[in-house]
C-alpha cells in the first residue's frame, strides 16, 4: 500500500509522519485557520479533532479580520485551545482508524462560499459528511487530485474518500494547477473531482492522453457539454460523473451526464417546488443562521425533472438575470457561446441598467492568435441566430482570463 498521504508543493507527508505529528501535538485547535489554505496543516488539525473526538471550525485562511469579526471570531477567539489526553499517543495507522470510528462527539463547522451573500455557518457530523463516501478493497489504490480549497465542503469530500480508504492526496489547486500534467503523470492520479471552470482551464495546461485516470468528476457548477466532450480526449479510461453537493448538505446526488439520480432511499427527502430543489432538514448539517425550524430547504438550484429520479440542474435562482421582466438563465447563453470557435471560455452576467434593470453582457476568453473583433462579431451572430431576442447578450468583452472566486467557481455578482 502507497504510504504516500498528501505531496502539496514541493513537499511530500505520509502517513507514517503524520501520525508522528499527530502525537506531537499537546492541545486541540478550536478554531482551524491556515494562512495559505495549505492542506496538510488544515487536514492534520482535522485528523487530529477525530482522534481525540473534539469539535472544531474550518476559516479559510484568505478570510480578513473583518470578515471574521463578522462570523462572530475574533482574534482571541482564534487562539482557544482544546485540553486533549496527552497519555494516549496514537499507536499505528489501524489504531488512529479505530479511534476515528469510535468518535462520538466530533462534529466541524464550516461556512457556505459566500457567492451569493454573506457566508452561512453550517455544522455536520461525521456522519451527514460521509454520506456518499466509500470505503473498499476496490480503491485501496486510488490516487486523487485534491483541486478544491481544503478549508470548504468539497475539499473536505475529496479528502474523506481518500483519506477514508488510506489513499495518495496531490494537491493541484491555486499555482499548483501549473503542474497539474506533471502531478497526473508523476503519481499515476486515477481519480479527479473539480469544477467546470477549473477543468476549462485545465484543458490549456494538459496534451495528449492520461491513461491512468479512471474517473473524472464535476461539481459545484452547472454540466458543461462542450467541457465533457473535449475531457473525454483527454481521460479515456475514465468513467464521468456529476455530483451534487452543498455546504448545507454535503454530497448528495450523483449521475452522469447533466443529470444527476435520486436514489431510492433518498426519494422521501428530495422534493421539487416551483421549479426548485427542496431538500428534507434530515438531510442538512446544522444551520446556525436558520431563522425557521421549516422541514424543507430551499437549496436556491432550479432544476429540471424527468421521470421519478432523475434531475438536471438548470441554474442558481440567484444567478438569473432580469432585462426588462425577461428572466435570462446565463448558463444557456454561455453553452451558445462556447460553440463559438476560437471560444476558450464564457461568463455572462447582469449589468445594472436604469431602464431594463440589468443587461446580459459576456465576457469571453479566446485562443492564442484569435482575433478579439472577429471572435466578438462571430459570438454575436451566434447569439442572434440562437437565442431570443431578450437573450443576446448587450456587450461583449475579451478578456485575458476567468477570475474564479475563492472557491473556483466563476465570479457572476
Known sequence: MNDLFLAAGKNAYSYQSLVADLNRIQTGQRYVSSPTNHPYEVFLAIVHSLVHDYEIELLDGELSASELLAQGVDQDSLRETVPINTSRPVGNLTELFERIRGSTSWKLTLYTSGTTGRPKKVTHNLITLSRNVVVSEKHASDV????????????????????????????????????????????????????????????????????????????????????????????????????????????????????????????????????????????????????????????????????????????????????????????????????????????VKGKPNSILGQIVVAEIVIGE???????????????????????????????????PSRTGKKVRQ
Open 144 to 347: 486523487w487530485v485534491l483541486a478544491f480549497l481544503p478549508t470548504h465542503m468539497a475539499g473536505l469530500q475529496v479528502f474523506l474518500q481518500a483519506f477514508m480508504n488510506r489513499n495518495p492526496l496531490i494537491y493541484a489547486f491555486g499555482e499548483d494547477m501549473t503542474r497539474l500534467s506533471e502531478l497526473l503523470r508523476q503519481h499515476q492520479v486515477t481519480h479527479i473531482s473539480a469544477t467546470p471552470t477549473y477543468y476549462r482551464t485545465a484543458l490549456q495546461l494538459l496534451t495528449g492522453e492520461y491513461p491512468s485516470v479512471r474517473s473524472v468528476a464535476y461539481g459545484g457548477e452547472g454540466f458543461d457539454s462542450v467541457l465533457h466532450t473535449n475531457m473525454t480526449s483527454l481521460f479515456p479510461q475514465a468513467r464521468f460523473r456529476n455530483i451534487y453537493a452543498s455546504t448545507e448538505t454535503g454530497s448528495l446526488l450523483i449521475g452522469n451526464g447533466e443529470w444527476v439520480k435520486i436514489p431510492e432511499g433518498l426519494k422521501p427527502f428530495i422534493a421539487i417546488q416551483q421549479g426548485e430543489l427542496m431538500v428534507h432538514r434530515s438531510l442538512l448539517g446544522y444551520m446556525h443562521a436558520r431563522e425557521e425550524e421549516a422541514d424543507w430547504f430551499a437549496t436556491g438550484d432550479l432544476v429540471e425533472q424527468v421521470g421519478e429520479d432523475r434531475i438536471r440542474i438548470v441554474s442558481r435562482k440567484s444567478d438569473f438575470i432580469n432585462t426588462g421582466g425577461n428572466k435570462v438563465n446565463p448558463l444557456e447563453v454561455e453553452a451558445v457561446l462556447r460553440e463559438v470557435p476560437g471560444v476558450q471560455d464564457v461568463c
Open 369 to 403: 492568435g484569435e482575433d478579439g473583433q472577429v471572435i466578438k462579431q462571430r459570438a454575436k451572430h451566434y447569439a442572434v441566430e440562437r437565442l431570443q431576442q431578450w437573450k443576446v447578450p448587450r456587450m461583449i468583452y475579451i478578456v485575458p482570463h476567468m477570475e
